[in-house]
Structure formats: C-alpha cells, structure tokens
C-alpha cells in the first residue's frame, strides 16, 4: 500500500510540503515512492503560485488524477488509490487541520507484449529497442526508443521531413500493451550550401571544417546538431542558431548565425589551505589569436612551497576536425622538506575526440628537472611519450551533479644523458557523479598510479625524486599536509599509489550547499593494495558557495589514522568541487 500524507488547513495557512516519511509503498517501490512525491509536490507548488488552496476533498481529487500519471507512465495500469481525511489540531488555538491519506495498490506491472514499425522500411540493429518485448512498459523506455529509432532512420535515409510517434494498445487480460512505433518521412534531400553570419575575424573555411558538413551527401539532422556542438566547443561563440532552406532540386542549404564571446579574458584566483597558506593565481587568454580559435594561455600560480608558470598554445581542428593540438610549457620550483626542483617540461599532445564523450591523447615531452635531495644537487633530461584514452559523460566540469569519468594512461620515459634508467608511468582513474535526489549527490572516486622499470636491468631507484609517488593535501588525502605521506609514513616517494574519495553533496539553497567526505591513500612499492601495508585516512565536512562559474569550496578535513607529526585538521580554500 502506499500512503501520501499531507496537511491542508481550513483557515488560510499556506499548503505545506509534502513529506517524504508520509509514504507507503505495496509492494515496496521506493523510486516509485519518491517520484509520487515529486508529482504532488509540485501541483501544490503550482497552486500556491496561483493563490488557491483547495479544502481537503478538492485538493484529494486533483492528486489522485496527478498521481494515476505517475503510475500510469511507470506501467501500473491497474492501480486502485484509496483516501481519507483526518482532522487534527493545528499550531494556533481553535485552528483544525485536515491530513489527506492516499493509500494505492499498484497493482501488476504491464509488460512490453510487442513491438511494430509502420510508416517506412527500415533495418533496425540488434540493439533496438531496449524496451522490447517482456519488458515494462514504461512511458520514459518507450520514448527514449521513439527518440533512438528516428535518430537510426535519419542516419539511414535522407529525409527532410521525418516524425516519429508512439500508440500504445492496452491488452488488460494480459497485463501489457502493444508498442506500434508510427513513421512519417518525406522529401529526400541532399545537404546543400553552409554559410555564417556574425562569424567577422574568425576564418570562414575553419567554421566550415569545424561543422564537417559535406555539399552533396546525405542530408542528415544529426549532423547538423553535430555541427553546431562543434561550433561551440570552439569556444568562440556564446550562442549557434541555423536555418534550414530547402529548395526544388532537394538540396537544403544551412545558414549559421553566430553570436561571438569576448576572446580576451583576464583571471586571477586566491586560495588558502593550512599547509600552504595562501595561494595565488594569475592567468590572461586570448582564444581566437589568428581567426581559428587558436587559444593562447599564459598562467601563474604561486604557494610558499611551490611557483609555476605556464604558456598554452590549443589549436582546434589540427589536421582533422576532431583533433586539437595542445602545446603547453611550463616552469616550476618546488621546495618539499628540505629538497629543491627546478622543473622546465615542453609537452605536445593531440586530443582526438572519437565520440561525444571518448577523446584519444598521444604526443610527445621533453622534461629537465634540477633537483637537490640532502646536499647533492643530480641533473635530468627526459623525453616522455604521453599515451590515454578518457571517457567522460560529466556535463558540469566544475560542479559535477551526475555522469562518469574514467581514464587509463601510460607514459614511457627515456634519460638524453644517461641519468636515468628508462621507466613507465601508468595510470588508472575512475570517478562517478549521481544525484540521488535534486538536492543529494553522491560522488566517488578512485585513482592507481604506478612507476614500472622498462626490463629486469633498470633500477627506478635512479629515476627523478620528483616523479616518485607522494600522498596528503587537498587533492588526494584531505587533513594530512600536501604530499607529506610516502612510505610507511614517511616523506620517501614510492612507486605505488591507490587513493579514493567518497563525498555526499548536499545543496540547501540557491547559493549554499554542503559537503562530508572521507579519503584514503596508500603509498608502497607493491601494486596489489591488498598488499600495502600503511593506508592513511581523512574525513571531514566542508560548506560551498556556488557562483555563476564555479563553486567556492571551503574544506575542514581531519586525520583520521594520524601520525605524531600531523596537525589536528587542515583547512582548504579553493575555486571548484575536489574533484
């Protein structure tokens, strides 16, 4: 059975929100239960804007019809709501309040009895539809094949007028429906003329390279909404209409009206953690330097233990349109403990996005550190041979609310003087954003980097100290100080890395919201975790507050398995989620 409750007040009180422990589920549906709420919730929210608040048996009336909906679009077709009315004391003297109880038996789930196509022929793929036959019968399955089916003929055909819709026959006797998918598609075409307007200091035949709209082909949809993602990820443009013209020969011709953003941008930042203190950044872009989006960087950045200085020079549409060359130089001087670096390191990668969300990334490095351990102060010269592939579905960067990442990288490493042995960097990333509810997000994360010889005779323990693992700070084990945790505890870099976060987002108004996570880092010279003798925990809670751009993130993190040397908690100031 399942129960709403909620309070709807004879006098003039405003209706209340509808709590989610005045729910009951038979049988127990708790996604179901949530989704009846969010209904309800919002036809009382819709009243109130208007200024009505029905008596009891009024308001009774339009939930039941809201949450038939619900269920209905769930695959419950059957299902019998009951209500009743309670009257209770209210919060003033001689104010009586009435509790509508819902109580509704879902009933059986119906079922997907068969699928048909009419309109066209048309060869499907194995993986059409998802909600075949035996599946429920649910309005989102239903329309998210709707959707799929006429992205696979718009793919398939040359339609300029093409419309898909759905007709649902209920077979009650046998607790499903027949799925009849109906296709209307006239007009094959072929693509015609691309043109711009408002396009002035950017290259016209980029933009045409950029959309990969090709006269004479296919006339496709999909392409189109394909060219205009292009068109904006070129950073150039703050807003991409286009216009279909067909004409009678059957070439459709698109126009683009562009409308460009400021190409010039100055940034600066201000962060604090209690390891580091204050830290400070500084950045200027130019993102269309010679009218192809070429995107000139030039950044800064400065902490009491560590300066850096970088020059990025992207370059989108780098032989291929689905290729951006990235060529970044880059200073640093670092001072852990009582060692010192100088690090300078020119690296040039290719970024090539084989979909939406897959990007491939090889090139090439040269790194020289200096770096002084104790009093002996050893040189190195290195060529790096970047090599990943990352997955990414997250469509907020700097506020993930839902999606999934994950990464695999490797990078040989050779010595040009001799003063390394040759090594791999491997790596291994995965993190996973999901929004329980419209205000709870629930993110983890869990990272393996590793240090591998090239054969039996090389010996990692003359590679860089600089490229050897550390653990501790605001990016990997929150309350312990910035890469203060190597092995078994100490400040010695190790070859192993395995780290992993758990947070729960939580966002309480419009502009505030807060954080409690936990961390964990392992440092040693064995791969296997299970192995790994020393892991190092932190937890903590932390408040953010959420700008136009990104939120501003304010950490309180606590050793949990500290050593004598930690502090009691570390506090970390910084623009963007932790990860």
Request: aromatic share 10%; charged share 25%.
């Amino acid at each position: 059975m399942l129960a709403f409750a909620a309070l709807v007040p004879t006098q003039a009180a405003e209706l209340p929100t509808v709590a989610r422990n005045d729910i009951e589920v038979s049988p127990g549906n708790r996604g179901l239960r949530n989704d009846l709420r969010d209904q309800l919730q919002g036809y009382r929210d819709s009243l109130r804007s208007i200024g009505l608040n029905p008596r009891a048996s009024r308001l009774a009336q339009g939930e039941r019809e809201q949450m038939r909906q619900v269920l209905e679009s769930n695959g419950y077709y059957e299902a019998e709501i009951i209500h009743r009315v309670i009257e209770e004391a209210g919060e003033t003297e001689g104010e009586v309040q009435e509790r509508v109880q819902y109580r509704v038996d879902t009933g059986p789930e119906y079922q997907v009895l068969s699928v048909r196509v009419e309109g066209v022929e048309v060869t499907l793929p194995d993986t059409w539809p998802l909600s075949g036959e035996g599946e429920p019968l649910v309005a989102e399955a239903i329309l998210a094949d709707q959707s799929e089916l006429q992205t696979i003929i718009d793919s398939d055909s040359c339609y300029f007028t093409l419309n898909v819709s759905h007709e649902v026959r209920l077979q009650p006797e046998n607790d499903g429906g027949e799925v009849t998918y109906q296709v209307s598609a006239a007009d094959p075409s072929t693509q015609g003329k691309v043109s711009f307007t408002g396009q002035e200091g950017v290259d016209e035949a980029f933009l045409r390279r950029q959309t990969a709209l090709r006269e004479g082909v296919c006339f496709s949809r999909a392409n189109i909404d394909q060219a205009i993602i292009n068109l904006y990820e070129t950073q150039l443009f703050s807003a991409v209409r286009r216009n279909l013209n067909r004409s009678e020969d059957g070439s459709v011709d698109v126009s683009f009206e562009l409308t460009q953003r400021e190409p010039r941008t100055l940034s600066a930042g201000i962060g604090w953690d209690t390891d580091q203190g204050i830290g400070l950044k500084a950045g200027w872009e130019h993102r269309n330097l010679a009218g192809r989006a070429q995107w000139l960087e030039l950044g800064a950045e400065w902490q009491r233990d560590r300066q850096s200085g970088n020059i990025q020079l992207t370059l989108p549409g780098f032989l291929d349109a689905r290729n951006t060359l990235v060529w970044n130089n880059s200073l640093t001087h670092e001072t852990p403990d009582d060692d010192e670096f100088y690090i300078g390191e020119s690296r040039a990668t290719i970024d090539r996005r084989a979909s939406r969300n897959d990007t491939y990334r090889y090139g090439v490095a040269y790194r020289r550190s200096d770096e002084r351990v104790g009093d002996e102060w050893n040189t190195f010269s290195l060529i790096r041979i970047p090599l990943a592939y990352e997955y990414d579905s997250v469509p907020n960067d700097f506020n993930p609310q839902k999606g999934l990442r994950y990464s695999v990288g490797l990078e040989p490493v050779w010595s040009l003087n001799g003063s390394s042995d040759p090594f791999y960097v491997g790596n291994l990333g995965w993190s996973s954003f999901r929004d329980l509810t419209d205000e709870l997000v629930l993110a983890n994360r869990l990272e393996w980097t590793s240090l591998w010889p090239f054969n039996d005779s090389a010996d990692l323990d003359r590679i860089p100290t600089s490229d050897r693992l550390l653990g501790g700070g605001g990016g990997s084990a929150r309350g312990y100080p910035y890469r203060s945790i190597g092995l078994e505890g100490s400040d010695v870099g190790g070859t192993h890395q395995w780290q992993g976060s758990l947070e729960l987002r939580g966002q309480l108004s419009e502009n505030w919201g807060a954080v409690l996570f936990g961390d964990a880092v392992s440092i040693s010279e064995d791969w296997n975790p299970a192995e790994q003798s020393e892991w190092y925990y932190g937890a903590g809670f932390g408040v953010r507050y959420f700008t136009r751009f990104a939120p501003i993130r304010f950490d309180l993190g606590f050793p949990i398995n500290g050593r004598d040397s930690d502090p009691a908690f570390q506090i970390y100031i910084s623009l963007g989620q932790s990860f």
